[in-house]
């Protein structure tokens, strides 16, 4: 089952804004890339991500999927991402953080019903999950077993790096993503294009 189908950027998150102009300024040649708006993010869609030594870049969110006719993968299973001929060679080399304000997740309600989780980190601040991305610019998700306060409502959730290693897991090694951040705030969102998200 799909996890973080959608994550939101907030117009008034100022940590990123401050990200998007910088690539803003990195896309100054492609000014498709200049169209960037912030609000909920979909697959498929174009969106800041940090890459290595802190350089801020637009990329599609939907790392290709190399088998006939399948749709780009969003999310990498942390666990064995490394071993997979997939994603081998951008976890070893090609890794990103992706910031956002939150993210969004669907708990099952049975018969083909789903509620609409909103999560953050307490206090608001921007998340930096963990992605890797192609060559051509397109990205995925890193995703771990969800924390058990969490898992009522998904077995898995994205890998939240705290701040002070986002230089290590860019430049150094992914063994830091055994420090992902599991604290977490969440509420039902009511709105599916809300721009704020509850705490509770």
């Known amino acids: 089952m799909m996890v973080c189908g959608r994550y939101l950027i907030e117009d008034e998150d100022y940590e990123i804004e401050e990200i998007i ?3 803003k300024r990195n896309a100054q040649d492609f ?3 200049m169209a960037f708006a912030p609000g909920e993010i979909f697959p498929g869609s174009l969106a800041p991500v940090i890459t290595a030594g802190g350089a801020a870049r637009f990329m599609i969110w939907g790392f ?16 064995t991402a490394a071993t997979l001929r997939t994603f081998g060679a951008a976890m070893a080399s090609r890794r990103c953080l992706v910031p956002a304000s939150g993210y969004y997740e669907w708990k099952s309600l049975g018969a083909k019903r789903k509620e609409k ?3 953050r980190l307490p206090g608001g601040a921007a998340l930096y999950m963990a ?3 192609s060559p051509d610019g397109k990205f995925a998700i890193l995703t771990r077993e969800a924390a058990p306060e969490l898992a009522e409502i998904h077995d ?10 986002s ?3 860019l430049d150094e090694s992914p063994d830091v993503m055994l420090e992902a951040v599991t604290q977490l705030l969440y509420a039902v969102s009511t ?4 721009k704020g998200l509850p705490g509770v």
Request: aromatic share 12%; net charge positive; no cysteine.
């Open 21 to 23: 102009a910088a690539a």
């Open 31 to 33: 000014p498709q890339e």
């Open 64 to 79: 290709p999927n190399f088998a006939a006719q399948r749709r780009p993968h969003i999310n990498a299973r942390s666990e």
């Open 117 to 119: 989780y909103a999560f």
């Open 131 to 133: 992605g890797i991305y």
């Open 156 to 165: 898995r959730m994205p890998v939240i790096l705290p701040k002070e290693l």
């Open 167 to 169: 230089g290590a897991w």
């Open 191 to 194: 709105n599916i294009s809300e």
